[in-house]
């Protein structure tokens, strides 16, 4: 019988025989929680023989999960020890992929209609949100920072809203699937988190990720300036192209980013993309979230 890797004595003596001291840069937090491995797994609703890529699976305390209910596991792991270890201690039944979850392809990992799950770290979870929204799982059950979850789940008017919240407007519906304390993970992080399930539809919006995430991303990048202005900055635009493209969707060049709707956006964004300005404007498909 495979030990259980949600006990926190396990856990602790796992770490130890790989000699691994757990890094605060890499968010390495390990759960030791049975229920809300639990919890997690049953959000994604996993069938056997399904596909689901992990984000971030540590010593493998989900990943066992997964594979006892027959899922097509696929996990990324950026740290090399554990990488071995989860190689070592689920053998053949587990395909591990070795590296940054940002810099790899995940659209082709996940294939046609392959599920997602993570404990995503906290330091690059914003970035990995966007890209996760990108490759479009049909389902993604994510462990996030307490302030990020609210991010996603920020109705308009809420001064929490940002990119990363139109953006899962643009994508999917969320719903809020369990809180997570301190207590339940080794060691101990200094910040609560929330576990969300995300569900991928099709957009709201007659327009590609491609062309609506810069100009959101772009519009947050400046929020505190106008449209006008974070257009102009952002995209490089000359004062008259942006004033145009502004308002021939309807917006007021004074407007801030964070007051527009994703409707307002798409409406901005199919303007600029009439004229070329998205495609053209150099690093903008880059902007961060």
Known sequence: MEPKLTSPSVV?????????????????????????????????????????VEIGPGLGAITQGLLERGGDVHAIEIDHALAAHLRSFFGT????HEGDALEMDLGALLGRSGKLVGNLP???????????LEARPSVAVLMVQSEVAE?????????????????????ADVEPWARAGPSQF???????????????????????WAVIRP?????????????????????GLGPGDAERALRAAGIDPQRRGETLSLEEFGQLAASLGERGEVAGADGAGDAPI
């Open 12 to 52: 602790r003596e796992v770490l130890a025989s790989l000699g691994i001291r757990p890094l605060k840069r890499l968010g390495q937090n390990f759960l030791v929680d049975f229920n809300l491995r639990e919890r997690i797994v049953a959000g994604l609703e996993l069938a056997p023989g399904e596909r689901v």
């Open 93 to 96: 039944g587990l395909q591990v």
């Open 122 to 132: 906290y330091y690059i979870s914003t970035p990995l949100i966007a890209a996760v």
């Open 151 to 171: 991010r996603l789940k920020a109705p308009p008017g809420s001064s929490e809203r940002g990119a990363l919240t139109l953006l899962r407007e643009y994508a």
């Open 186 to 208: 080794y060691p101990p992080p200094q910040v609560s988190s929330q576990v969300v399930r995300l569900h991928m539809r099709p957009s709201t919006l007659d327009l590609p």
């Open 215 to 235: 100009v959101v991303a772009v519009a947050f990048r400046f929020r505190r300036k106008t449209l006008l202005r974070a257009l102009r900055e952002g995209l």
